[in-house]
């Protein structure tokens, strides 16, 4: 068996304990258990059945650890579909539909609904033509929605090609001479 090249100070004991209690995301807390347990020579059988991860990861967080720090076992993850509009785009978005109208920004042959407010159907067109962004899911349309202060809108089933008034009132007065 291999000796551990990998030993903490009781200072770095008590930080990991800190950063632990300080965090509330589950992930991080895992590696930085992973990390203490590890480093204070816990058998690596312990560790994998306390964290629930094998030794590769074990071993690959703490090469993080010496490399970078607390701060390196700090989840990366931002979230699939809202990691694709930064802050400021959404900022932007929220600006544009609080100004626009979808009739004002979309021509009727792409726009879905007759136009007067915003839809999940016309924000997915203008998110694609202004940032090339596309999501999968019509929820992260609705959310982004919501956070730019608006309600979801529904278009009514309208048929698109509905005849003039005075088309359909001739249409009705014949109908009624029958």
Not at 64 to 78: E, H, N, P
Not at 136 to 163: F, I, M, N, W
Request: glycine share 6%; net charge positive; hydrophobic share 35%.
């Amino acid at each position: 068996m291999s000796k551990r090249n990998f030993e903490l100070t009781e200072q770095a004991l008590t930080e990991l304990w800190l950063a632990y209690d300080n965090t509330e995301d589950p992930k991080a807390q895992k590696r930085l258990q992973a990390v203490r347990l590890y480093g204070q020579g816990r058998p690596m059988a312990d560790i994998e059945l306390i964290v629930g991860h094998d030794k590769r990861s074990v071993l690959r967080w703490c090469a993080t650890y010496q490399d970078k720090g607390i701060a390196g076992l700090a989840s990366q993850w931002q979230g699939g579909n809202n990691a694709k509009l930064s802050a400021k785009q959404r900022q932007e978005v929220k600006e544009k539909l609080h100004n626009y109208r979808p009739d004002q920004v979309l021509s009727p042959e792409v726009r879905i609904s007759q136009g007067a407010y915003w839809t999940v159907s016309d924000l997915q067109v203008v998110v694609q033509a202004w940032y090339g962004v596309s999501w999968q899911s019509d929820t992260s349309y609705r959310t982004l929605l919501h956070e730019c202060g608006l309600s979801l809108q529904r278009p009514a089933k309208v048929y698109r090609q509905r005849p003039d008034e005075q088309t359909i009132a001739v249409f009705e007065a014949a109908l009624e001479k029958k």
